[in-house]
């Protein structure tokens, strides 16, 4: 009733000893009011490319289950709106069996260096009504204009060149230095320097996120051709200018002449994307938006096994068949890809073809038109030269090329451009398979984002437009992804199996397991030889000599080697036996180290299937 309780005292010193009562237990219970809230992150600088941050906080009033903790360039102080994050954990996780959370708490988050210093806020609410408790210092790095995001590229114009391309935040004077000798550069080589802006981005009236919430300054992209004097030689490099400094050492081989007929080695794969290595949340539409988790072994799986192809030869190079990033729009997501890939692409050419999701637009070939975010192929066709003979605006890209290399020349086409008889496309394809002189390069690899033998529209199409050309021209294989699972089929044309491509049979790999939520089908029909829709995992195609090659499909979680064919390019089986125990021993499965409270989600090794959870609802994306 509020009335004070009966007591022997007079009533005035009754209600003082209320008072006295609650004064006496306020410090103890009620402490927490009078302090503002703070959220602290240590350290406030890095070093090199990347590291850990420790972040706690305190003193949360009217604290929330949906409250999170958001990474953000530190120039959203002078915004008018909260942009998206960048990343995001929540700040209570788990499962939540009271009423109410702590009101302190802690967590990490592994930062890379993205030419831009970071705050970390304590956020209230849930978009598009969060608001913002508490933030940070600023966190930065040492160097903020590090050269950044190496990786090597063949010319398709020139095979027996090399190119570099990296990142900056600013340039002066860039160039890349090269040697034989570890610390001693005797070629230095200018670099090119382009870059893109907000106003390149496509279709902002439909309110994509490229040009709006997601967008990000890509800083400078600097480019150096050189031609080495010896073919198939180690070099060493480092990048960068003598304002803003140089790279860290890296090496590099350069590319086979042309007709050499050394083993050649080809990573292939799709769909693969990125994720923050700390567990964190992004925008992303599968694995609980944390992006593509698999990646992580994805990416260590891809340098080890190029650093065991290295052993045995010197031709090695990687070919990654569309939907590179999964940014979408969210093009701080693009540096987290090129962060993910460098230690692979630093060192042997990391070759791409255009897919759905960084093509995407009002104006393209295939729909829907939400498929890059507003993007439309230019911060990709921006990171990866030599593709297109224009990257902006959507209307001048051609991405599609051919490139020699080794005993392979690989035909990229682009599956979001026209291809039909008649197109500037299909008069390149054509060209480019007559072009090929088998004396140089005896297999011949075909590749593309959407796949052709699946059964809807643009399949038809490339069976209609292609499939005789690639035929006639007796294509070795052909890898596709954009479906999400992994299937191997004889050599086959208008799907009736052939004995080889010489008959005019072509085996085609649907490759697109490298990250991205596994799903769909494969038909049971007795031209699909093998399939897989359980394992994350990319193909590893080793070329022997002129007539003889080797395919596998590893799995990404233990290096196990789930699916393997020999081919030939002649009548015989005279294959050589192969060993796979020595041959994976040394693939070591990659376990990211987990965020505090967060379970591990990477597949168990050794299982068959993918021990994780799934993602929020079904995803129709591809």
């Known amino acids: 009733s509020g009335s004070v309780p009966e007591t022997n005292l007079p009533r005035s010193m009754a209600d003082m000893s209320v008072v006295l009562l609650l004064l006496a237990l306020t410090p103890a219970v009620f402490t927490w009011v009078s302090e503002p809230a703070s959220i602290t992150a240590t350290p406030t600088v890095l070093k090199g490319n990347g590291g850990w941050v420790d972040v706690s906080w305190k003193h949360i009033e009217f604290s929330d289950w949906t409250d999170y903790i958001g990474i953000y360039p530190a120039t959203i102080v002078n915004d008018t709106a909260i942009p998206s994050p960048i990343m995001f954990q929540p700040a209570w996780p788990g499962n939540h069996t009271k009423k109410y959370p702590p009101h302190q708490g802690s967590t990490r988050f592994y930062l890379i260096n993205r030419r831009i210093e970071y705050i970390i806020a304590y956020m209230t609410g849930t978009r598009p009504y969060s608001s913002v408790t508490a933030v940070t210092k600023r966190i930065s790095f040492t160097n903020l204009y590090a050269p950044l995001q190496p990786h090597i590229v063949v010319p398709p114009q020139n095979p027996t060149a090399v190119a570099l391309t990296w990142n900056c935040k600013a340039h002066n004077m860039p160039k890349w230095k090269i040697g034989l000798e570890s610390g001693k550069y005797t070629e230095v080589i200018k670099a090119n320097v382009t870059t893109y802006h907000k106003s390149d981005m496509c279709d902002p009236q439909n309110f994509y996120p490229a040009s709006r919430d997601g967008w990000m300054d890509p800083g400078f992209f600097l480019t150096a051709l050189w031609q080495p004097k010896v073919a198939s030689t180690k070099y060493y490099y480092i990048f960068g200018d003598d304002k803003y400094g140089y790279s860290k050492e890296h090496f590099f081989y350069s590319p086979p002449r042309l007709g050499d007929r050394q083993k050649t080695v080809m990573i292939g794969f799709g769909d693969m994307g990125q994720t923050p290595r700390d567990g964190s949340h992004q925008h992303s539409w599968d694995w609980d938006d944390r992006g593509e988790v698999p990646t992580l072994n994805t990416s260590r799986t891809m340098m080890n096994l190029v650093d065991k192809a290295l052993e045995t ?82 209307a001048k890209q051609t991405p599609w090329y051919s490139v020699q290399y080794g005993l392979v020349t690989t035909i990229v086409m682009s599956t979001e451009h026209d291809y039909k008889k008649g197109s500037e496309q299909y008069a390149f394809l054509k060209g480019a398979l007559e072009a090929i002189d088998r004396t140089v390069t005896p297999w011949v690899v075909f590749t593309g984002h959407r796949c052709m033998f699946w059964n809807n529209t643009y399949a038809w199409e490339m069976q209609d437009n292609l499939e005789p050309l690639m035929s006639e021209h007796q294509v070795d294989m052909a890898l596709w992804g954009h479906s999400h699972l992994y299937v191997r089929t004889c050599p086959m044309y208008k799907f009736d199996c052939k004995a080889n491509a010489q008959a005019g049979g072509i085996t085609h790999f649907l490759i697109g397991t490298a990250g991205y939520h596994l799903g769909g089908y494969y038909p049971g029909k007795d031209w699909v030889k093998k399939g897989n829709k359980w394992d994350y995992g990319i193909g590893n195609f080793e070329f022997y000599n002129s007539t003889t090659a080797m395919v596998q499909w590893i799995n990404v979680a233990t290096g196990k080697v789930m699916d393997e064919v020999m081919m030939s390019r002649d009548d015989t089986n005279d294959f050589p036996r192969q060993d796979k125990t020595w041959r994976w021993q040394n693939i070591v499965p990659y376990t990211p180290e987990p965020p505090p409270e967060s379970p591990q989600v990477e597949p168990t090794p050794g299982s068959s299937k993918a021990n994780v959870p799934g993602p929020r609802g079904v995803s129709g994306q591809n």
């Open 313 to 394: 030869t010197n031709s090695v190079y990687v070919m990654h068949i569309g939907d590179i990033s999964y940014a979408v729009g969210y093009l701080y997501e693009w540096d987290q890809f090129m962060d993910l890939i460098a230690p692979t692409a630093s060192k042997v050419p990391y070759l791409t073809g255009i897919g759905n999701h960084e093509m995407g637009w009002s104006g393209s070939y295939w729909g829907p038109p939400s498929d890059s975010g507003g993007e439309c192929g230019v911060p990709y066709l921006a990171r990866f030269p030599f593709i297109s003979k224009e990257f902006k605006p959507p």
